[in-house]
């Protein structure tokens, strides 16, 4: 059986709302009085327990994101709600899933909070770069139709920051820095992995191909993940001399796990319903503004919408949901098969969504779902011993001082105090009388060491 990794990736929604028949969209202009702050207290604490209750379970990673403005995400800075989950865990991984990037008014900004990030997690951040829907263009009033340009520009300019020794100038068409030279560095080398999630755009896939970055499917059918991901293995191949690994594609699915079939689909029911016809609600002059897409994207979406007949995505129906594999739910032997399905015949290597918490669904049964995901399905797709894969990595960041000291090693500059007779001082001596005397009796200025012996 082909194995899978299991990423957790809830969106933290704010499910308060009048019913959708009653608001012309629950993005961009969904009135924020509408938001009580002590309620989203207690929505935030309930969803930071389920991201970190992965570990225990054996995910493989927990993922965040970035939405503004709408009530299907409440995650307008994914860093943030990153940095609490790292605080919280030791060894899973955790992925920016991602920062949308053309809406960052300085790329470094990012590049520093990613690196930040890794190197307090001990080496365990994945950083997703997207573009962001197009609603988001209307909420931070960004041109769309400069949406690509700016996005690959600044993804170049955060590699090339993270890669190559600053400080250096960099002058583009959107970014002009004359030093950029990020504190801190990321932990892991090149940098952190790269996922780009993408709707089907051949852009997107064969950007990813070419980099060999994951590649992960947002929500959409079956047949759609499957054109994406056939296209690239085919770039991969026949573009760019390679053949795709397993861990490249990615597919984001709503995942329901119960007792039964007929339990799981009682309990999942409203909940997938509220996610796609509730919180997917937006007109399409919101979610696909001029310029956002290019012509032959544009052209390729519509071509797929109207050749298999799909609805506007807030229109389907649950049956439809299920029959076309935007979830997947049953009892533990039902979605064993279907995952086991999409392995074989898609190869997919990575699945987003992986049971957790959906629409307006209790903390308890999103509790439940994880655990029924954890206990029955993902030991069908591991090896024998049952770790994710964080388990059988060796650690970047070292959790004794016991293990940094007998690996580490002394730093390349040792750091020293300027001294007033113009002597700089070993500041692990500083504060024994009979030792700073003797090193300022020299009278050299060599009272520090300057390299490690």
């Given at each position: 059986?082909?194995?899978?990794?299991?990423?957790?990736?809830?969106?933290?929604?704010?499910?308060?709302?009048?019913?959708?028949?009653?608001?012309?969209?629950?993005?961009?202009?969904?009135?924020?009085?509408?938001?009580?702050?002590?309620?989203?207290?207690?929505?935030?604490?309930?969803?930071?327990?389920?991201?970190?209750?992965?570990?225990?379970?054996?995910?493989?990673?927990?993922?965040?994101?970035?939405?503004?403005?709408?009530?299907?995400?409440?995650?307008?800075?994914?860093?943030i709600m990153a940095s609490n989950i790292v605080a919280r865990t030791d060894r899973i991984r955790?992925?920016?899933?991602?920062?949308?990037?053309?809406?960052?008014?300085?790329?470094?900004?990012?590049?520093?909070?990613?690196?930040?990030?890794?190197?307090?997690?001990?080496?365990?951040?994945?950083?997703?770069?997207?573009?962001?829907?197009?609603?988001?263009?209307?909420?931070?009033?960004?041109?769309?139709?400069?949406?690509?340009?700016?996005?690959?520009?600044?993804?170049?300019?955060?590699?090339?920051?993270?890669?190559?020794?600053?400080?250096?100038?960099?002058?583009?068409?959107?970014?002009?820095?004359?030093?950029?030279?990020?504190?801190?560095?990321?932990?892991?080398?090149?940098?952190?992995?790269?996922?780009?999630?993408?709707?089907?755009?051949?852009?997107?896939?064969?950007?990813?191909?070419?980099?060999?970055?994951?590649?992960?499917?947002?929500?959409?059918?079956?047949?759609?993940?499957?054109?994406?991901?056939?296209?690239?293995?085919?770039?991969?191949?026949?573009?760019?001399?390679?053949?795709?690994?397993?861990?490249?594609?990615?597919?984001?699915?709503?995942?329901?796990?119960?007792?039964?079939?007929?339990?799981?689909?009682?309990?999942?029911?409203?909940?997938?319903?509220?996610?796609?016809?509730?919180?997917?609600?937006?007109?399409?002059?919101?979610?696909?503004?001029?310029?956002?897409?290019?012509?032959?994207?544009?052209?390729?979406?519509?071509?797929?919408?109207?050749?298999?007949?799909?609805?506007?995505?807030?229109?389907?129906?649950?049956?439809?949901?299920?029959?076309?594999?935007?979830?997947?739910?049953?009892?533990?032997?039902?979605?064993?098969?279907?995952?086991?399905?999409?392995?074989?015949?898609?190869?997919?290597?990575?699945?987003?969504?992986?049971?957790?918490?959906?629409?307006?669904?209790?903390?308890?049964?999103?509790?439940?779902?994880?655990?029924?995901?954890?206990?029955?399905?993902?030991?069908?797709?591991?090896?024998?011993?049952?770790?994710?894969?964080?388990?059988?990595?060796?650690?970047?960041?070292?959790?004794?001082?016991?293990?940094?000291?007998?690996?580490?090693?002394?730093?390349?500059?040792?750091?020293?105090?300027?001294?007033?007779?113009?002597?700089?001082?070993?500041?692990?001596?500083?504060?024994?009388?009979?030792?700073?005397?003797?090193?300022?009796?020299?009278?050299?200025?060599?009272?520090?060491?300057?390299?490690?012996?």
């Amino acid at each position: 059986m082909n194995k899978l990794q299991f990423y957790s990736l809830m969106f933290m929604p704010y499910p308060f709302i009048p019913p959708a028949e009653e608001l012309p969209s629950t993005w961009v202009n969904l009135p924020n009085s509408y938001y009580d702050p002590k309620i989203g207290h207690r929505l935030y604490s309930e969803y930071l327990e389920l991201n970190v209750l992965t570990e225990k379970l054996g995910y493989d990673g927990v993922l965040v994101n970035e939405h503004h403005q709408t009530a299907y995400g409440t995650m307008p800075s994914p860093n943030i709600m990153a940095s609490n989950i790292v605080a919280r865990t030791d060894r899973i991984r955790v992925g920016v899933i991602g920062n949308a990037l053309p809406l960052h008014g300085n790329p470094m900004r990012v590049a520093e909070e990613i690196a930040m990030l890794d190197v307090i997690s001990g080496g365990r951040i994945i950083s997703g770069f997207v573009r962001g829907t197009g609603n988001e263009y209307h909420s931070y009033g960004i041109d769309p139709s400069t949406s690509r340009d700016r996005f690959w520009e600044a993804h170049d300019l955060i590699i090339k920051s993270w890669t190559e020794p600053g400080p250096f100038a960099w002058e583009g068409k959107y970014f002009n820095l004359p030093y950029v030279n990020p504190w801190p560095r990321p932990l892991q080398e090149p940098h952190p992995p790269i996922w780009l999630p993408g709707f089907a755009s051949l852009e997107t896939i064969d950007e990813a191909a070419k980099r060999r970055y994951t590649f992960m499917q947002v929500f959409s059918p079956r047949a759609v993940l499957k054109k994406a991901l056939d296209t690239y293995r085919r770039l991969a191949e026949e573009k760019y001399g390679y053949e795709a690994k397993r861990d490249q594609l990615g597919a984001a699915i709503v995942i329901y796990v119960a007792e039964t079939d007929e339990q799981a689909h009682r309990e999942a029911r409203p909940h997938v319903q509220w996610l796609f016809r509730e919180g997917l609600k937006h007109p399409p002059y919101f979610a696909i503004p001029p310029g956002y897409q290019s012509k032959q994207s544009f052209k390729n979406f519509l071509g797929t919408i109207i050749e298999k007949g799909i609805p506007d995505i807030y229109d389907l129906t649950y049956d439809f949901l299920i029959e076309h594999g935007y979830a997947i739910v049953g009892s533990p032997d039902t979605v064993i098969e279907q995952l086991t399905k999409l392995t074989d015949e898609l190869g997919t290597g990575v699945v987003t969504g992986a049971g957790g918490q959906w629409g307006a669904m209790p903390h308890w049964m999103a509790i439940k779902n994880m655990t029924l995901m954890a206990e029955e399905v993902m030991p069908h797709f591991r090896d024998s011993d049952g770790k994710p894969m964080w388990a059988k990595e060796e650690r970047l960041g070292k959790h004794t001082l016991t293990e940094h000291a007998a690996t580490v090693g002394k730093p390349a500059i040792a750091p020293s105090i300027p001294w007033d007779n113009g002597a700089r001082v070993d500041p692990r001596i500083a504060h024994l009388p009979e030792l700073l005397d003797e090193a300022l009796a020299s009278g050299d200025g060599a009272a520090v060491e300057r390299t490690p012996t």
